[in-house]
């Protein structure tokens, strides 16, 4: 893959960013498993099926990072509203997610 450059937001404004457009469930074909994105408080968390939710940190732009580890990077489609999430971890390399309806 190319290299992918990244700019560190000040957290005055990361605060602002819009978490809702985030929000929803998420679908891999890779694992047939659908993982859901929620808003809770002014924070964006993970909640998968028989785990314990998982809050996310907010680094930059659109991407966040578990407590376990996952690096998440949405993708906003033409309406603005996140279409995908790629999830990479230390062994596991932009695994997509799919938005559903």
Excluded: I
Excluded at 20 to 27: C, I, K, P, R, T
């Amino acid at each position: 893959s190319p290299p992918r450059t990244f700019e560190r937001v000040p957290e005055a404004a990361r605060s602002g960013s819009p978490l809702l457009s985030l929000a929803g469930a998420y679908y891999s074909p890779e694992l047939e498993v659908t993982w859901t994105f929620v808003v809770g408080g002014r924070k964006l968390g993970l909640q998968r099926h028989r785990m314990q939710p998982d809050s996310l940190d907010h680094l930059f732009g659109n991407v966040f990072q578990s407590r376990h580890g996952f690096l998440l990077e949405f993708s906003t489609g033409r309406n603005g509203r996140a279409a995908v999430v790629d999830v990479s971890t230390e062994r596991v390399r932009r695994l997509r997610f799919t938005r559903r309806p």
